[in-house]
């Protein structure tokens, strides 16, 4: 069964610093997906970031990039300049391809301190 | 482009009692999932609708049921409810076949079972 392991129950950053939350993930798939959700206070899961297992380029969009490295099964997501509109919940997630069934890990809690 | 919807946003039942959540997909999407995240959680799948057919289960017993009707929108029942059936639910909408494995989420359905 595939899972989705985040270590990170809290993190806490310093406006405009950088900060990285860690995931790791356990499948036998070769070719699958893996998200970053960001989940607000307002609850609705908003999509920050996807990359491609076969890929090997790392995602970026914008101030948030990822470190996939995938023979250790491991994609930590990194959010750098932060604000404080990028409190959140962040979760980590994987799908199979094809699949659209995700599997998500606990979150881990993000604080911005001004 | 019209999001993903759900109602209601929050309800109140209690134990023995059915409950029926709705969700209206966003524009162009065929598929939708529905996820419970109990609180402090990450979301677990529940199950999968396509063409009006469950494609796909998570580990929920049968008291869980779904439809999708034919302009995609879908309802979540649960039936006999129990107060560890305490939870956000989710629904998410994709189009199967533009093959990005990226879903769009609604705020979701507070449900308390008292």
């Known amino acids: 069964a595939q899972t989705v392991t985040q270590s990170q129950p809290e993190m806490s950053v310093q406006e405009a610093e950088t900060v990285t939350l860690s995931c790791t993930y356990d499948?036998?798939?070769?070719?699958?997906?893996l998200f970053w959700y960001k989940q607000p206070p307002s609850r609705q899961m908003i999509l920050v970031i996807r990359?491609?297992?076969?890929?090997?380029q790392n995602a970026t969009e914008n101030r948030f990039s990822v470190n996939f490295q995938k023979a250790a099964k491991s994609f930590s997501l990194k959010i750098s300049d932060s604000q404080l509109g990028d409190a959140a919940m962040y979760f980590c997630?994987?799908?199979?391809?094809?699949?659209?069934?995700?599997?998500f890990g606990k979150g881990t809690k993000l604080t911005v301190n001004p | 482009e019209t999001g993903v919807t759900q109602s209601p946003t929050h309800l109140i039942k209690t134990r023995g009692q059915q409950v029926t959540l709705r969700c209206s997909s966003q524009?162009?999407?065929?598929?939708v999932s529905w996820y419970q995240q109990a609180l402090g959680q990450g979301p677990q799948f529940i199950f999968q609708y396509y063409r009006e057919e469950e494609n796909g289960r998570g580990n929920f017993p049968p008291r869980f049921s779904g439809l999708q009707f034919p302009n995609y929108s879908s309802e979540l029942n649960v039936n006999a409810l129990e107060l560890d059936d305490s939870a956000l639910y989710l629904c998410?909408?994709?189009?199967?076949?533009?093959?990005?494995?990226?879903?769009?989420f609604g705020e979701g359905s507070r449900l308390t079972v008292l």
């Open positions: 499948t036998s798939e070769s070719d699958y997906y």
């Open positions: 524009s162009g999407h065929n598929t």
């Open positions: 998410a909408s994709s189009f199967r076949g533009r093959n990005t494995g990226e879903l769009f």
């Open positions: 990359q491609e297992a076969y890929k090997q």
């Open positions: 997630a994987y799908s199979p391809k094809r699949s659209e069934k995700l599997v």
